[in-house]
């Protein structure tokens, strides 16, 4: 069976690390803010080459946190509309409807699953303040021309980084192109942690300042409290295993790299549309996502070949019964592609057997044999 993902087998290559990073926690008697968050904080933000990291207790935290900040600095208000990928996953959306905001759901690229400036353009309003570009599946939405746009028109940029961490383009990662870029560690993720993390980095001071106190109750001097905060702190456990896996997630997005290259020169089916890699860098492949008319039929011809699927994302946020105001809204690419992709095994630890299995299964695929 080739799994989806093994996330067993990529933590205990870091066994004996993780657990002699754990009882340095336990020993120093020091569990929530302390020198292994003030540590990773530093590290984080080096790595994707902005001033600030600031660790927070998840990635929906992240975004919504930032998004409540530049409410707290005056720079956006409530009923402001912020641009949005309407393929997202859901997360993106409830960070802007949870600080109400307004976000306009814009239809991606359908080659690359992330926005263009294009369809930016078509859904600009004299009430849009920020936009919010989502790095989907690891691939580094088009900054350059995103970052432009937003100048021109005097936006804010919120990246989504969740799904990729280490991507770039023209030298800069994931985390360093927008006014502000929230992360997730959450297992599963490229860089994971051991249970819920995230993170926000900014070259902006004004915006680490607040962002810390939001984190922490509303204060930064204890018992002092400038705003009505939240409790969303990154732990000191936590904050440990990320120190432990960071400096090993380059050569992780490599070995990705290569699964997916052998992906892409493998796979060969004309009823399997492949995934665009972008230039060399700018894809992290959180997720090796192919697109199919036939999806049900395809996904159980891999099942039968021992090899596990799943599907991000079933059903589109418009869609969803959490936001009924969005249910008449028409987002027909949006739609197509909820109705066609597919995720292949994606991992850093696949041998190229589980990889080359894989690919012949997909060319193995035929309507004729299911009928
Ligand atoms: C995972 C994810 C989030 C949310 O992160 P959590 O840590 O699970 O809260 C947000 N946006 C995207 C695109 C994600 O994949």
């Known amino acids: 069976m080739v799994k989806f993902l093994d996330l067993k087998g990529i933590n205990s290559q870091h066994r004996q690390a ?63 509309e912020v641009l949005v990928p309407a393929n997202t996953y859901i997360a993106t959306i409830l960070a802007i409807t949870e600080n109400k905001l307004v976000p306009t759901l814009v239809e991606p690229e359908l080659e690359s699953f992330n ?36 100048e021109k028109h005097g936006l804010l940029v919120l990246e989504d980084s969740a799904q990729a961490h280490g991507a770039k ?21 490229n860089l994971g942690a051991l249970g819920d993390a995230g993170a926000i980095t900014t070259n902006d001071d004004a915006l680490a300042d607040t962002l810390k106190a939001l984190r922490n109750y509303g204060s930064q001097v204890k018992y002092m409290n400038m705003y009505q905060g939240v409790n969303s702190r990154l732990d000191e456990l936590q904050a440990a295993m990320l120190a432990v896996k960071l400096p090993l997630l380059d050569s992780e997005t490599q070995r990705r790299q290569q699964v997916a290259q052998m992906y892409l020169d493998g796979i060969c089916n004309p009823h399997i549309a492949l995934p665009e890699p ?94």
């Open 18 to 80: 993780l657990i002699d990073a754990c009882i340095e926690v336990i020993d120093s008697g020091w569990y929530i803010m302390g020198e292994k968050l003030r540590r990773f904080e530093v590290d984080f933000a080096d790595y994707c080459g902005v001033k600030h990291c600031v660790g927070v207790a998840n990635g929906l935290d992240a975004l919504t946190l930032t998004l409540r900040a530049w409410k707290q600095l005056g720079r956006i208000a409530e009923g402001d």
């Open 115 to 150: 926005l263009g400036v294009e369809n930016l353009t078509q859904a600009l309003t004299p009430r849009t303040k920020v936009i919010m570009p989502v790095h989907l599946y690891g691939r580094l939405a088009d900054m350059p021309a995103i970052t432009n746009f937003a």
């Open 169 to 189: 383009l023209e030298g800069r990662r994931a985390g360093a192109w927008g006014d502000a870029s929230g992360f997730s560690f959450y297992p599963g993720k």
């Open 278 to 371: 972008g230039v060399p860098g700018q894809h992290a492949w959180h997720l090796f996502v192919v697109r199919t008319g036939h999806r049900e039929q395809l996904q159980q011809h891999l099942s039968s070949h021992n090899v596990q699927t799943l599907v991000h994302y079933p059903i589109p946020p418009h869609q969803q019964k959490a936001y009924p105001d969005f249910a008449d809204l028409s987002l027909p690419l949006t739609e197509q592609l909820h109705n066609e992709v597919i995720s292949l095994p994606m991992d850093p630890n696949l041998t190229v057997a589980s990889v080359q299995s894989v690919i012949d299964a997909c060319n193995s695929f035929s309507l004729v044999e299911q009928s």
